[in-house]
C-alpha cells in the first residue's frame, strides 16, 4: 500500500526497510585506482610495522646496563664492541637494548663515552610498535585517502576490496523544458519554454559525493514512452531519478508509470518545498520521483537521494549525520533569527539564509524566494530546516544552520537600506579587498531604523522631508541620541522617474496621470525613500492616495517594480532610470535625488566597512556605475 503525506523520518524508515542491510557489490581495485572508494570490509595487517627493531633517532646501539652510572659529570668509556652506531629507522642487533642519542655521547680514540643513562628500550622502536600482525588498520566504510594509501602500502597491501558505488541516471521530463546543449542558450526561447538545469545541478552534487551519475534522454509528456525509457534504466543502473512528473497535475505521469510498471513506496513528503517527492522500486531497483523546480530537486536529492545512495552503498545510514554529509556541510552552529518567520503548520520547511556577526553576536536570516528561485539559492550561505511542530519563529529565536559556504565573520558587513542596483556592483569591490559585503533592501526609513536598533553595519537612504525638501535630515534626526553619531556619505546622484512600457502606450508624462481611470501603478513599500517621493508628489498636486490605482500594490526593489510593469501587472511604476533599461522600457524624469550612506561611527574601523570606503572611491567603481545610466557623481556637473 502506498504510503501518502508522510514525515520525513517516516520516509527514512521505508528507504531503510526497502534497502537497508543488502549484500553489497565488491570489486577488487589496483591500491594505484584506489583513491576516494569506500573500503567493503575491514583491513588487517600481514606484517609487522617496523618489522625489525630499529631505532628512533641517530645515535649509537648500546646495552643499557653499560650506562648505569653515566652522568655528565661522570661519563662511562665504551670500547669497541659495546657500541655500534645507527641511523634513524635502522636495524638495532640483538645484542643491543637502546639507543644513546649522539648529543649525548663524544666519540675519542674509538671510545664512546656516554653522559646519560638510558633505560632498556630508550630510543628503540620495538617490532609491531606501529601495527601489529593482524591488527584491524582500516575499518568497513572508511574512504580511502592518501594517508591510507601510503598506509597499505607499508604493509604490503596492493590491491583493496572497495564497495562498488551505484550507478545513477537521471531522466528529465516535460513538454515545457530544453534539453541540456552546450550551443543552446536561453535567448530567443518562446514563451512557456525553460532551459533544463536540474541535471547540471545533480551533476555537480553527484560529483561531491564521487558517485557515477548520467544524465538519460529528455522524455516529453507521454507516459507511453517514459514507461519505455524507464524500462531500459533499471536494466542498466542502480538508481533512477525521474524529473518533474511527480505532482498532480495533468501531465504528471511519474507516479501513475512506477506503479503500473513495479511498485509505489510512498508519495508525498511533509516537508517544503520538496513535497511532491515520490520513491518506488522497478525491478528492485529504487526509481526517485522528483519535483520539477530547483530549490525542490536540491532537498530531495539531499533527503532521499543521498539516504538510498548510502544504504546502497553501506546498508545503512547515520540519521543524526545524513543531511550534513548530504549537503557538505562547513559548519553547523544554532544563531539567533535577525527577523521573525512563520512556517507552515506540520510541515518541515527548509529556509535558505544569509548570516551575519554584528556586535559579536552571530545572526541568521531567511532569504525570500520560491521553490524556482535559483538566484535565492544560490545566495544562501546555508540552510536551516525548521521541525514541523514549530509554527512561529519569533526574531530572537534561535534556529539550527548548517552552512554549505565559507562566511567572512569578521570581515563581513550587513547593508540594510535603500535598494539600489549600484551597491550591488559594491559586493565585488568589497570582495576583492578581503572582506564581504551582505544586503537586505529594506527601504530607507528600514534600514535607519535596523541601524539605530544595531542590526546592521550600514545603511543608506534617499528620505525627501517635503516642507523644506531637505533629504534624510529630518528623518536621521528622529533617531537621536543615537543618530548623533552616524556618519553620512553623499555616494551619488540619482534620477527617479517614470517606468512604462515601451513606447508609453498610456501617454503618461506628469503626476496628475497617476489619479486617471484607465492608469495603475505598483507601489514601493512603506518606508521605501521611493514611496516618500511619491507620496510628496501627490500631495503637491492634491492628488488623494485612495485614488490611485494600485497604490496598496507594493514591491520590494526597483527591479521588482519594472517586472510588474513589463508583466502587465501595472502601468508605471515610480523608480529608478537602470530598472527600466533592464526590462527594456521607457523612463521619464521627475527628479535627481542624492543617495547618502549612512555609517554609525564605531563601525568605521571594522575590516568590511574599510574596504567599502576605499571601493566606493575605486575609478572603476564610478565608471561601472555611471555607465548603467541614470546616475552622477558628486563631483560632476
Known amino acids: 500500500m502506498v504510503r501518502e503525506h508522510i514525515s520525513l523520518k517516516e520516509a527514512w524508515e521505508l528507504l531503510k526497510a526497502h534497502w537497508g542491510n543488502r549484500d553489497f557489490l565488491v570489486k577488487n581495485v589496483p591500491l594505484s585506482k584506489s583513491l576516494g572508494g569506500l573500503l567493503a570490509e575491514d583491513i588487517a595487517s600481514p606484517v609487522n610495522v617496523p618489522h625489525y627493531p630499529a631505532s628512533a633517532v641517530d645515535g649509537y646501539a648500546v646495552s643499557s646496563d653499560s650506562t648505569a652510572r653515566a652522568t655528565a659529570a661522570t661519563p662511562v668509556a665504551l670500547n669497541t664492541g659495546q657500541y655500534q652506531w645507527v641511523n634513524t629507522g635502522a636495524f ?21 663515552y656516554v653522559y646519560i643513562s638510558v633505560p632498556p628500550g630508550a630510543n628503540l622502536r620495538p617490532i609491531g610498535e606501529d601495527i601489529v600482525k593482524g591488527q584491524i588498520v582500516a575499518h568497513f566504510g572508511d574512504e580511502v585517502d592518501p594517508n591510507l594509501m601510503a598506509l597499505f602500502y607499508a604493509v604490503g597491501l596492493r590491491e583493496l576490496p572497495l564497495l562498488s558505488k551505484p550507478r545513477a541516471i537521471f531522466i528529465p521530463t516535460g513538454d515545457e523544458i530544453v534539453p541540456r546543449k552546450p550551443e543552446e542558450s536561453p535567448d530567443g526561447l518562446p514563451p512557456g519554454k525553460v532551459m533544463e538545469s536540474n541535471s547540471i545541478m545533480l551533476e555537480g552534487m553527484f560529483e561531491q559525493w564521487k558517485i557515477p551519475f ?97 544504504l546502497l552503498m553501506k546498508g545503512n545510514f547515520d540519521e543524526n549525520k545524513i543531511l550534513d554529509e548530504a549537503m557538505v556541510v562547513r559548519e553547523k552552529l544554532s544563531l539567533p533569527l535577525l527577523i521573525s518567520h512563520s512556517s507552515p503548520q506540520g510541515i518541515s520547511e527548509w529556509l535558505r539564509v544569509k548570516v ?58 550587513l547593508f540594510q537600506g535603500s535598494d539600489d542596483p549600484a551597491v550591488a556592483q559594491l559586493v565585488s569591490f568589497v570582495r576583492k579587498r578581503g572582506a564581504d559585503l551582505v544586503i537586505r533592501s529594506v527601504g530607507s526609513l528600514g534600514g535607519l531604523a535596523a541601524l539605530a536598533r544595531g542590526e546592521a553595519h550600514l545603511s543608506a537612504a534617499h528620505l525627501l522631508d517635503p516642507k523644506d525638501m531637505s533629504y534624510n535630515d529630518t528623518y536621521i534626526a528622529s533617531f537621536k541620541p543615537i543618530s548623533d553619531k552616524w556618519r553620512r556619505f553623499l555616494l551619488f546622484y540619482r534620477q ?39 507620496d510628496s508628489l501627490l500631495r503637491e498636486e492634491g492628488i488623494e492616495s485612495a485614488s490611485v490605482k494600485g497604490y496598496e500594490d507594493q514591491t520590494m526593489t526597483h527591479l521588482d517594480a519594472s517586472c510588474r510593469v513589463a508583466w502587465g501587472m501595472a502601468d508605471v511604476a515610480l523608480g529608478i532610470k537602470f530598472a527600466a533599461d533592464a526590462l527594456g522600457l521607457d523612463f521619464i524624469p521627475i527628479t535627481e535625488e542624492p543617495y547618502e550612506l549612512v555609517i554609525p561611527e564605531e563601525e568605521l574601523t571594522h575590516p568590511g566597512i574599510e574596504a567599502l570606503i576605499d571601493s566606493v572611491s575605486d575609478s572603476k567603481f564610478i565608471e561601472k556605475v555611471k555607465r548603467m545610466g541614470g546616475y552622477r557623481w558628486p563631483s560632476s556637473s
Open 214 to 310: 548520467v544524465v538519460g534522454p529528455h522524455v516529453k509528456d507521454d507516459p507511453e514512452k517514459l514507461k519505455e525509457v524507464l524500462a531500459d534504466a533499471v536494466n542498466k543502473y542502480d538508481l533512477v531519478l525521474i524529473g518533474a512528473g511527480s505532482a498532480k497535475g495533468k501531465r504528471d505521469f511519474t507516479a501513475n508509470v512506477i506503479e503500473q510498471e513495479g511498485q509505489l513506496i510512498f508519495h508525498w513528503v511533509l516537508m517544503r518545498p520538496g513535497r511532491p517527492a515520490l520513491l518506488g522500486t522497478v525491478k528492485d531497483k529504487p526509481v526517485v520521483g522528483m519535483p520539477g523546480f530547483p530549490m525542490s530537486t536540491m532537498v530531495v536529492a539531499w533527503s532521499v537521494v543521498y539516504p538510498l545512495l548510502q
Open 356 to 413: 551575519v556577526k554584528l556586535r559579536g553576536k552571530k545572526y541568521a536570516w531567511p532569504i525570500s524566494g520560491g521553490s524556482s528561485s535559483m538566484r535565492a539559492t544560490a545566495d544562501s550561505d546555508g540552510f536551516a530546516l525548521i521541525p514541523p511542530k514549530i509554527y512561529e519563529c519569533p526574531k530572537g529565536k534561535e534556529i539550527e544552520v548548517r552552512l554549505t559556504k565559507e562566511v567572512l565573520w569578521e570581515k563581513r558587513v
Open 496 to 534: 527617479q522617474g517614470f517606468i512604462v512600457k515601451k513606447g508609453n502606450p498610456k501617454k503618461i508624462s506628469s503626476i496628475q496621470d497617476l489619479a486617471r481611470g484607465d492608469v495603475r501603478i505598483v507601489n514601493r513599500q512603506p518606508g521605501a525613500g521611493t514611496r516618500v517621493l511619491l
Open 92 to 112: 638495532v642487533p640483538p645484542q643491543y637494548d637502546s639507543v644513546v642519542m649522539v648529543e649525548d655521547t663524544s666519540l675519542k680514540n674509538d671510545n664512546l
